[in-house]
């Protein structure tokens, strides 16, 4: 394996597997997935609901604070085990329809198992990368990610995507990690940083840049800086929370 992408699939390949962490220390690496998950906004009860579903892996809470509807069409682009895919699904109800993308093949076996053992009828899963979705254009009401757009090499391409597939007037929901300013050359080559969400990261500035030249509109209606103290050793680093709209 010698590109990111393989690195990145292979450790999330193990975590889906009950492998641990990512190796960072932390983050949004599944060390201690209640603790994590508790720690950047997800509830009791949802927790409670997330079960086998919830690795660890977030950097916030995308669906908590998204405009989900009955009978709205959701994706979300690296799904992991399919947490929240399972708590949109509620939200989307039985007219709904919500769909889970992510591109290692583990992370997506564990998401069906998930599924059939919940019996959840309007949850799908597909394998593909986010920056290529096999799905038609339009047909998203609203698109949510939590911290996976950070692992992506391309992530104008993954804005176009979003783009391309949410309705005129959709919106996206995004938590991610992002740099508040660059990181050292051995840091960027580093493994470890790499599949802890940290070393792919873009600049704020940048990343805030890309999605506003696709033609979106950005708010920010979360920084948290806290976070890289917490649990990621004092890198320079903050969660972000973003609402995208169309």
């Not at 009950?18 to 906004?41: L, P």
């Not at 989307?92 to 998930?114: H, L, P, S, W």
Request: negative net charge.
């Amino acid at each position: 394996m010698n590109n990111k992408k393989d690195k990145i699939k292979n450790k999330y390949g193990q975590v889906a597997k009950g492998g641990g962490g990512c190796g960072c220390g932390s983050g949004c690496c599944g060390d201690d997935a209640e603790e994590i998950s508790k720690s950047v906004g997800y509830s009791d009860k949802e927790r409670e609901k997330g079960a086998d579903a919830n690795l660890g892996l977030g950097c916030g809470n995308p669906v908590a604070i998204s405009a989900i509807q009955k009978g709205d069409t959701v994706i979300d682009f690296g799904c992991g085990a399919g947490f929240d895919c399972f708590l949109a699904a509620e939200k989307v109800g039985d007219e709904g329809r919500v769909m889970g993308v992510d591109m290692t093949k583990e992370m997506i076996e564990k998401a069906r198992k998930n599924k059939r053992k919940r019996e959840v009828k309007n949850v799908e899963f597909v394998l593909a990368e986010i920056e290529n979705i096999p799905l038609e254009d339009g047909l998203a009401d609203i698109i949510i990610s939590n911290c996976v757009i950070n692992l992506a090499p391309d992530k104008n391409q993954v804005f176009k995507e979003a783009y391309r597939l949410l309705k005129d007037m959709g919106e996206m929901y995004i938590s991610d990690i992002v740099l508040l300013e660059e990181l050292s050359e051995e840091q960027k080559d580093d493994e470890d940083l790499l599949v802890g969400c940290v070393s792919g990261a873009a600049l704020k500035e940048d990343y805030l840049k890309l999605i506003k030249e696709q033609g979106f509109e950005v708010e920010v209606l979360k920084e948290d800086k806290k976070i890289s103290e917490k649990q990621y050793g004092g890198l320079p680093i903050e969660s972000i929370t973003l609402k995208v709209n169309k």
